[in-house]
């Protein structure tokens, strides 16, 4: 593993970027981390949902069939953190990289939206998305705004009157768009590994799937997650390790890239 500190690590860097710029299928797989400079905590970390709202007691699939008020406490807390967020540098230099051809695809853990919001165009969302509410029983999907955060009951589909949910995976559901982020990280040479604590399966599988293929593996996180997790017996797992706080790594990347 190569750390890349900038302004200190000068010829890893030209390397990065060189072989970056040459890639044939660029991929990123993004988590909480990038959204975290947007206002939006990780769930996870210390005062996150997950800690005030434990996830096998609120975030399951069973518990919003049989008690769709209890889920909803969940869903109001997470939509309200959501709610007027905006995407930071980091979400908009993975968009101009798509747009200059530089990134296929991106596939995402995050709910927020934020990567559309910044203009990507190709985003697998596999645990879904919080932007919208939909109903199990007729299918209805309709976009969420403020008022059903606001209400105290259960938001109602106005199609079957049955509860609505969030359009986001919950424990017990099957992830989604798996087959396009199969086909995707199949294709994949280069993938970007972007404020993920690689923990989550299936996406903590992608990067030792790229890797297995012979792919390049791009980490940016504030500390090492891949090696961390002994998801290879290498050193060179990942091939770039960019240390340091998102919303100043990634642009600066994006800055060599651009040549800016």
């Known amino acids: 593993m190569k750390t890349i500190i900038f302004d200190k690590s000068l010829e ?4 990065a970027v060189d072989k970056f710029k040459t890639a044939s299928c660029p991929v990123a797989l993004t988590g909480a981390g990038i959204s975290v400079n947007s206002g939006i905590a990780d769930f996870r970390s210390p005062g996150g949902v997950w800690t005030i709202f434990s996830p096998d007691e ?43 051809g530089l990134l296929r695809g991106l596939v995402t853990q995050n709910v927020d939206n934020l990567h559309q919001a910044a203009g ?19 299918e209805t999907v309709v976009p969420v705004t403020g008022e059903h955060y606001a209400m105290s009951g259960v938001p109602a589909c106005t199609r079957c009157n049955s509860p ?25 040479d280069l993938l970007l590994v972007i404020g993920t ?13 790229v890797k297995e293929r012979g792919g390049l593996i791009y980490e940016f996180n504030q500390e090492p997650a ?3 997790h002994g998801y290879a017996e290498t050193t060179s797992f990942p091939d770039y390790f960019f240390a340091g706080d998102l919303a100043a790594t990634l ?3 994006g800055r060599r890239v651009f040549g800016t």
Request: charged fraction near 20%; proline fraction near 5%.
């Open 12 to 15: 890893y860097l030209a390397e």
């Open 58 to 100: 609120y975030a399951t699939l069973n518990v919003f069939l049989k008690n769709p008020q209890k889920a909803w406490k969940l869903y109001r807390e997470m939509g309200k953190g959501l709610l007027g967020k905006k995407p930071n540098q980091a979400h908009k230099v993975l968009a101009d990289f798509e747009h200059n």
């Open 120 to 138: 990507s165009l190709n985003v697998l969302e596999i645990h879904g998305d919080h932007q919208h509410l939909q109903c199990l029983w007729c």
């Open 164 to 188: 609505l949910k969030p359009n986001v995976v919950l424990f017990g559901e099957a992830v989604r768009s798996l087959d396009a982020i199969e086909e995707l990280i199949f294709e994949c």
């Open 197 to 209: 604590s690689a923990q989550v399966y299936p996406a903590a599988g992608l990067p030792v799937s």
């Open 226 to 228: 891949l090696s961390a």
């Open 251 to 253: 642009p600066l990347f």
